[in-house]
């Protein structure tokens, strides 16, 4: 056995292992698949059109759900006839607050770990109405079409009251309770004075738009009630707190909800849980039939909150040579009193940079719409296009590379917390894609020109924290054919995650790839993960982690007194080759099958919770990156096309090269859509969405999105599981300040106002 | 006369309202053919009718009777994978897989155009017979086929590994 054999065999961790006490043993040599470019494992199927996805399982004796919303903001139901809907061919059931049954209010997220409702109002329970769009009554007919048409012949009148305007409200806005938990205002020294005290300085204020998530697949679920229990096919980023929720509002145990979730057609933030699950499963409920709601395009923007508005205030003094004296970030969102988002758009000025002075602070005013939700980097996408353009306004002011300027105000501690970072190697990736990018002094603004279109190029930091939440657990079972089945209620909405799992959970046990299977989706899993922070992939790392120990210690337990293993504590072993081998003498292997024959067992389950993220409160965990672009705007259009565009990241491990192309790529067309097109078009006087549909609610197409260039530093964490920090979002943050300073460079036109459409450029 | 759907015969529905869309899925789920917003603006719904690419949320079921079908899940035959399903696996086309139904029978269609001359925004000679295969020509032509993970760059690297290469 050669010390290289040994060297593959990966250690089991002590009993009360956390990151904070070295080194997930993974991530000590970069070995197996961790790294390589694997293709998804789930591809046949969806390639095939195989992937069941939540509005395409059919229950026995299933009905169809039609919805109608509302058309006011504010103010309540005056009358309402129902009977003609009632006598429509095939209608089941019209359900409206007056037959609804009593249902508990959602629990909202971030109250409770499993927590999942996007809203806390009470769904259908009264003749109030709170929101442009609020479901007022649900149809249940034998045939989509005979709901449709029967939703329509439902007459509604309202007595309404003006919806506050953001203009007004704006005079008395509030204090949210916290950002995501964190507090809301973070101050170092006095930085207002610093900043008029500054010898250069920029303060600059940027609005961003409203934003909605638009993932292809409309939300959808096919539900149905066996007794008290409910059996749930659902399109979820969280599948043990969609159904903890469930029970919630229907006042049954949690046990009694089973909701699966395989295959999500894209989430972002926004597949969590709304009210067309609550009327979908009351209307079941009362008409005794299996339902399938599928939001039209429509229903999503009626139902499923977005990103809120943002204006925000950045200010930057700094020493003649750029070293920040003062740092400034504010501003304001909207909300609803019945959400907890306040859209954190001023964390990455708490973490990003070196500063004498700090002060971030956000303030919210409470509009009567639709609670907003996470979208996608909630707070860093839109907080970056602010921080990171106005890095880019001071570096002109002071006539310096912008890149030299972010390397001159970096920090060697974080900032706001003085707590040292886990892993930061930022100046790499700057360096590393500069040259790449062929990164040089830029010509004068508005000064490059080629034919009709001028040329310019901008860059900007990317940055996201990391997550683990605590709650994460999962189950092995190991049979006596050496197969490993990991069950974890994950969820994969095109992430990788079932693949990235399966390469870290094979590499860890010593399995080839096809002998680890990976099971997801499902509540009925043990532990609790989401979909949401950037944070499965060290999640279910953490999880497995603990769960191999018990595993080893078990199979330990059933090794024979002749087993090469016998005596052998898990400290002293690992996983390699299919078995167990002792670490220091690795020519003491068995197989996993061996030593479950001899044991005369078929399989063994054990079931482990993850340490609790013990990291996050040592340290500053933050992915990062730095963003390079090349526009070009024409002369006469001002039409904006974004040519080149460069990625470098910091995120620690790289699994799977492949998959993880594909979210940084994802993350920065998302980007693109949020600097040059996306806008919810909302309308102040009546509080209501006016483009809720993809033909007026621009994403980015195929001619809107270059070849997108990636590289990464791939240093692995010495904190995270697996070492890796995730990498869901930081792919949108920067981006759109990337674009903005570009446009900036190729025009000498500033846009502080996305989107940048051509009219703003004219 | 019958519809012909991936090669097997296939009554239209009685109720003229349902969509070609519905029919496929809610019919004879047929689930492969996706629904993203029912309106043509996301091409998610994208099949083959007599060769030609058509969004069937658009379509009235009963205006197809006596044409043929294909959906995704014609293109593999047997067991094998259409080329073009395997080079989006390989070139990761796809992430959440719900618009690649549409984007591969599309693309499918699409090929078809520019080997009969169709000219598109971005083409320069309008009266060529045919259309050569370019970056420019591929994401102009696949831009109504939205995709909201992002796939955008492996699904016209597969495009150009199965067609361009073939054509080389």
């Known amino acids: 056995m050669s010390t290289e054999d040994a060297g593959r065999a990966v250690p089991v961790v002590a009993e009360d292992w956390n990151p904070t006490a070295g080194p997930d043993p993974l991530v000590r040599a970069k070995h197996g698949l961790i790294g390589a470019q694997v293709s998804r494992l789930d591809g046949p199927l969806k390639v095939r059109g195989e992937a069941r996805f939540a509005a395409e399982y059919v229950m026995d004796g299933m009905v169809y759900a039609a919805l109608r919303y509302s058309t006011i903001a504010r103010g309540r139901i005056a009358a309402l006839d129902t009977s003609a809907a009632e006598d429509a061919d095939g209608v089941v059931l019209v359900m409206t607050y007056r037959n609804a049954p009593r249902m508990q209010p959602p629990p909202l997220f971030l109250t409770d770990p499993k927590a999942a409702g996007g809203s806390d109002l009470p769904v259908m329970q009264d003749d109030s109405i709170h929101w442009n769009g609020e479901p007022v009554a649900i149809v249940l007919a034998e045939t989509q079409e005979q709901a449709d048409h029967a939703a329509t012949a439902i007459e509604v009148e309202y007595e309404s009251s003006p919806p506050r305007t953001f203009e007004e409200a704006r005079a008395h806005p509030r204090t949210p309770d916290s950002l995501v938990g964190q507090p809301v205002e973070v101050l170092v020294g006095d930085a207002e004075a610093a900043l008029i005290d500054a010898p250069r300085s920029v303060d600059l204020t940027y609005r961003t738009p409203r934003h909605n998530h638009n993932a292809i697949e409309p939300h959808a679920v096919t539900l149905g009630w066996d007794g008290d229990d409910l059996i749930v096919h659902d399109a979820s980023q969280g599948v043990t707190g969609h159904a903890w929720t469930f029970a919630q509002v229907f006042g049954i145990d949690e046990e009694q909800v089973h909701l699966t979730s395989p295959y999500v057609g894209g989430g972002f933030g926004g597949k969590t849980l709304w009210s067309h699950h609550l009327v979908g499963a009351a209307a079941s409920k009362l008409a005794g039939r299996p339902v399938r709601v599928t939001l039209s395009r429509e229903g999503v923007y009626r139902l499923v909150g977005g990103r809120t508005i943002t204006e925000q205030r950045v200010a930057i003094g700094a020493d003649d040579d750029g070293h920040f004296k003062a740092l400034i970030h504010t501003g304001i969102s909207t909300m609803t009193p019945h959400n907890a988002l306040a859209e954190q758009f001023t964390f990455p000025a708490r973490h990003m940079y070196a500063t004498e002075t700090l002060k971030t602070d956000q303030q919210v005013v409470d509009l009567d719409m639709l609670s907003n939700s996470f979208m996608r980097a909630p707070g860093e996408s839109v907080g970056t296009f602010a921080l990171e353009s106005a890095i880019d306004e001071l570096a002109i002011e002071l006539d310096l590379d912008p890149i030299e300027l972010r390397i001159r105000n970096e920090p060697d501690k974080d900032p706001s917390t003085g707590l040292p970072y886990s892993s930061r190697h930022i100046v790499d990736a700057w360096r590393a894609g500069a040259e790449r990018f062929g990164w040089a002094p830029r010509a004068q603004p508005g000064t490059r020109r080629e034919g009709d279109w001028l040329i310019g190029t901008g860059c900007a930091t990317a940055t996201y924290p990391y997550h683990r939440f605590p709650g994460g657990a999962a189950r092995i079972t190991l049979d006596k054919t050496g197969q490993a089945t990991i069950a974890v209620p994950a969820n994969d909405m095109g992430m990788g995650t079932s693949t990235t799992q399966t390469i870290v959970t094979a590499d860890r046990l010593g399995l080839p790839l096809e002998r680890v299977t990976v099971a997801y989706g499902d509540s009925s899993f043990p532990g609790n993960l989401l979909a949401g922070g950037s944070s499965q992939t060290a999640s279910i790392a953490g999880a497995v982690i603990s769960a191999q120990r018990a595993l080893v210690k078990q199979l330990l337990a059933l090794a024979g007194d002749e087993s090469p293993l016998a005596g052998l504590t898990a400290e002293e072993v690992g996983g390699r080759d299919e078995g167990l081998c002792e670490l220091a003498d690795p020519t003491r292997w068995e197989s996993y099958a061996e030593i479950l024959n001899w044991a005369g067992r078929d399989q063994v389950t054990v079931t482990a919770s993850a340490s609790d993220p013990a990291e996050m409160q040592a340290y500053s965990m933050h992915s990062t990156g730095a963003i390079f672009c090349q526009v070009r705007v024409n002369a006469i259009t001002r039409e904006t096309r974004v040519d080149r565009v460069l990625g470098s990241y910091d995120c620690g491990r790289i699994i799977n090269a492949k998959t993880a192309a594909s979210q940084f790529r994802g993350g920065i067309i998302m980007g693109i859509g949020l600097a040059l097109m996306e806008d919810t078009n909302f309308d102040e006087r009546t509080a209501r969405i006016m483009n809720p549909s993809l033909a007026e609610y621009h994403v980015p197409v195929h001619m809107d999105v270059p070849a997108i260039e990636l590289m990464w530093t791939d240093i692995p964490d010495p904190y995270a599981p697996a070492g890796a920090r995730g990498i869901g979002e930081i792919g949108i943050t920067g981006v759109a300040a990337a674009v903005a300073n570009a446009v900036y460079n190729a025009t000498g036109r500033r846009v502080r106002d996305l989107p940048i459409t051509l009219d703003k450029l004219l | ?168």
């Open chain 2, 1 to 168: 006369m019958p519809m012909m759907i991936n090669g097997r015969e296939a009554s239209v529905p009685a109720d003229p309202r349902v969509s070609l869309l519905d029919f496929l899925r809610e019919h004879l789920e047929l689930y492969g053919t996706k629904k993203g917003c029912n309106q043509g603006a996301c091409g998610a719904c994208t099949v083959l009718v007599d060769g030609e690419r058509v969004l069937s949320c658009l379509a009235l079921a009963v205006q197809y009777e006596g044409r043929e079908v294909t959906t995704i899940e014609g293109l593999a035959s047997g067991g094998a994978l259409h080329p073009l399903q395997q080079a989006f696996i390989d070139d990761d086309g796809f992430q959440c897989g719900y618009c690649t139904p549409g984007q591969i029978c599309s693309a499918v269609g699409m090929v078809e155009e520019l080997r009969r001359g169709v000219p598109s925004h971005v083409t320069d000679d309008l009266e060529a017979t045919e259309i050569e295969f370019s970056h420019d020509e591929v994401r102009e032509r696949m831009s109504g086929n939205l995709c909201r993970c992002g796939a955008h760059n492996g699904i016209v690297e597969a495009i150009n590994h199965v067609y361009a290469e073939e054509r080389a």
